[in-house]
């Protein structure tokens, strides 16, 4: 009868040595759930470039350029019966509904889909 010895080795393989013949390499202790198992990913690890994007940058241009001529239409023609810090007053006013509007739209995306490391 031949002597067996096993020594453990990192990753559950066993070496058994068979006194008698070449050593050889046996699995043993084999783990329950392949290694290489599908992990269940997150939102923004599913999350391609794309998503939700369209309706924000369309939002963007229609709005900056909005800003825009609602500026110029204010100054060239509603600007003149108020003085200077009036109408400075409504241009930040614009300003403010125009970053405010632009915030909520992609602040809601990147709550959403964080950056990734």
């Known amino acids: 009868m031949a002597r067996l010895l ?4 990192p990753g559950d393989m066993g070496v058994v040595l068979d006194l008698h013949r070449q050593p050889y390499v046996a699995q043993c202790d084999a783990p329950k759930e392949s290694r290489w198992r599908e992990e ?3 939102a923004a690890q599913e999350w391609e470039w794309g ?3 369209g309706w924000r940058i369309a939002l963007s241009i229609v709005s900056f350029f909005g800003l ?3 500026i110029i239409v ?3 023609f509603f600007a003149t019966g108020f003085n200077v810090y009036q109408n400075l007053a409504i241009v930040i006013s614009a300003l403010l509904v125009f970053f405010a509007l632009m915030g909520a739209a992609w602040a ?3 709550m959403r889909y964080p950056r990734r490391p």
């Open 74 to 76: 204010w100054l060239f």
């Open 108 to 110: 809601t995306m990147w």
């Open 68 to 70: 825009i001529v609602f």
């Open 6 to 9: 096993r020594d453990t080795l």
């Open 40 to 42: 269940k990913k997150t």
């Open 51 to 53: 998503a939700g994007l």
